[in-house]
């Protein structure tokens, strides 16, 4: 008998670690049965079975996620008792979830509303006692369609899943911290950008408070696993001195190899055609040195020579010839080709150099986005500092054979 009893036991231990296994990977689960919130009009049947519908639904959902823990079906009204809480106070009844080494415990409550009924649900963690999320719902269709299809949504709101997010930006300058509240849940805005995920589909209230600003209120509505953009623009308080933050003119740290969004565009302008003209006409005076080169060299009659100090063709007129040469065999084009041979490669590089401060001059005009980089940081939060705009570099050859501008953007 007693080797019975020791098989038995052994089986019954051996299943429950597969259902421990089973579940590791994902947080396990206890759902509390819903209460029900009486203000005046009595408990009526039609309610309390809601409640009990609604919690049967939630712990469908969950055992179809593999994370309900099994015979954990408790009563929120019926633990409260036991356990002598006033409330449904977190540091009171978590340890119902300990008791079955669940990772969360779901509860919540049922309430009467003229549209319908109000549900409100809260996520606890067991370990640290600390209210994780909060779910507020309005269950209008209460066929048991249209209830699967809310305790999806609620499941997917609380852990995830197919829930949807809020992102929200604040378009005002200076804006930095703040508090939005969605809902009955409070967020800290940050460099005047909020995202708050983990939202089941629903119609939400949201409230925005900014210190020197009119609050902002408005109603928001999401669908199943939507990401939904919202853009704000706060009203100053009459009165109020908004400081908006530093820009680069400002010196400051955040603005460093940008472009002040002071900066006069027409400045640029004047400065990027300027010099565009310069480049154009250093590269038509280069072109025409090099056309005097070429024409003598293409002459068919060569110079008198007779010191000999240049080939015998009398057209070889190289840095080394030139300095030979020049003005002592006679020739006037000789000496004009070489005063030109030496005036191409400054006038190459004056053009190349007036050409990169052409393009950095425009591109800095018409590009019309000097202050993104700083916008970009108080949408996300996030300081950056930027990279340079651009950089130039002019490149000489070393054989003095020309010049030109590397452009790095």
């Known amino acids: 008998m007693n080797r019975v009893l020791q098989t038995l036991a052994l089986a019954l231990l051996v299943l429950g670690l597969g259902g421990r296994a089973a579940m590791a990977g994902k947080p396990s689960v206890v759902i509390l049965g819903l209460e029900i919130i009486d203000k005046g009009g009595g408990m009526d ?43 449904a106070d977190a ?27 109000k549900v409100s649900l809260h996520l606890l963690n067991v370990a640290s006692k600390q209210l994780v999320k909060h779910f507020p719902t309005d269950l209008k269709d209460v066929s048991p369609t249209g209830l699967t299809e809310a305790a999806r949504a609620a499941y997917a709101g609380l852990l995830g899943g197919d829930s949807a997010s809020l992102n929200i930006n604040i378009q005002n300058d200076g804006v930095d911290g703040g508090t939005v509240t969605i809902g009955k849940d409070k967020h800290d805005l940050k460099g005047g950008h909020l995202t708050v995920k983990d939202l089941g589909p629903d119609r939400y209230s949201m409230t925005i408070d900014v210190t020197g600003f009119q609050r902002f209120e408005q109603t928001v509505s999401v669908g199943q696993g939507e990401k939904k953009e919202v853009v704000v623009t706060l009203v100053p308080l009459p009165g109020s001195k908004i400081v908006t933050p530093p820009r680069c003119s400002d010196g400051s740290l955040d603005c460093q190899n940008t472009v002040s969004h002071t900066n ?52 070889q007129f190289g840095d080394k010839d030139c300095s030979a040469a020049k003005g002592k065999i006679g020739s006037t084009d000789f000496d004009n080709a070489c005063d030109a041979n030496s005036r191409i490669v400054p006038a190459a590089v004056i053009g190349g150099v007036a050409a990169g401060v052409a393009v950095v001059a425009l591109i800095l005009a018409y590009r019309g986005s000097d202050d993104q980089p700083e916008k970009h940081a108080q949408q996300t939060g996030r300081r950056k500092t930027p990279k340079p ?21």
Do not use: M, W
């Open 389 to 409: 705009l651009i950089a130039i570099t002019p490149i000489v050859s070393p054989d003095g054979g020309g010049a030109t501008v590397r452009i790095d953007f």
């Open 91 to 117: 540091s009171c009844i978590a340890p119902i979830g300990a008791e079955f080494g669940a990772t969360y415990l779901i509860y919540g409550s049922v309430e009467k509303s003229p549209t319908g009924s």
């Open 264 to 315: 006069n565009h027409t400045g640029y302008k004047v400065a990027g055609y300027g010099a565009l003209i310069l480049a154009a006409a250093a590269g038509g005076f280069a072109l025409y040195e090099n056309h005097v080169v070429g024409t003598y060299e293409g002459s068919t009659t060569p110079p008198p020579n007779p010191n000999h100090l240049v080939p015998a063709d009398g057209k």
């Open 45 to 87: 049947q039609a309610t309390v079975q809601l409640a009990k519908d609604f919690t049967t639904a939630l712990r469908a959902r969950a055992s179809q996620a593999g994370q309900l823990v099994a015979h954990s079906d408790k009563e929120l009204v019926d633990e409260k008792l036991i356990r002598n809480c006033t409330n």
